[in-house]
């Protein structure tokens, strides 16, 4: 059991899981709004042994070194590389601080999300924009996911489901999943090149579309970006949709890289993210950040 357990920010986590927390820590002190700097989350830090945060503060050398009893980091949110966290994983790591993450708590409603703005794009239900000179299916469209993850995979999936053709493009080939879902892998240039839509499902930092990418990309396009930050060079977008038949939909402001582009008749977002915010969603997190505070305090 941990001494004391610091949450330095407000988490996704329900009532029912926050609850569980007690069964893990003799003293459990919430704080739920964002600190304002380093020196803040050091005080509220102080002697624990155990901080929880959220994706909207940084834990970084600076407060790791003035964190004397620290054991155990418990990352509220996804962790991908240790280039990409929020948290200094190497310079905990040096001081024997245990940092753990999460993953995959939230890709359902990326999923849901996509569907929902896809169908109501192609069928015209909000009578702006018509894809074509009828209503379509999604079954009608030649479709590929960019980056095979466990997002990437469910949308190839969902894809699929409604009839799509669907290709795929991934740092690494992975045929069980294209015998499974029916899917079929292509470079990235052919992807973008064939596909009526492109759906990028990419790792944080990563940008992966440039100007060749685009240049490809003619004719009657749909891209959808719900990765973590934008998956692509922001110049070269931008001048992509200066083609009125170029359509751009992201969940998350951050995911148009320049939100100036927000502004166009072409680009659509509902400006708040679209996995990890609904009641399961919240409980899976919070299932997750458990199972790694009791795995540590078991040695595993």
Known sequence: MFKKLVIIEKINMLDEDLKRLDNLAKEVIYYKDIPSNNEEIIKRIADADCALLSYTSKIDKEVIAKAPNLKYIGMCCSLYSPESANVDILAANAKGISVRGIRDYGDEGVVEFIIYELVKFLEDYDNKHLWS????EISTLKCSVIGLGTSGTLIAK??????ASVSYYSRTRKPDVEKELGIV??????????????????NKNVLLLK???FNLMTGKRILFNTSIGPGFETNALAKWLTDKNHFFFGDTLPTIGDESLWKLDNTFTINRSSGGKSYSAYKRLGDKVIKNMEDFLNGK
């Open 133 to 136: 000179d009828f209503p379509q």
């Open 158 to 163: 969902a894809l699929k489901f409604f009839g």
């Open 185 to 202: 892998y292509k470079s990235l240039n052919e992807c973008v090149k064939e596909s009526d839509a492109v759906f990028l499902a990419l």
């Open 211 to 213: 100007e060749e990418q």
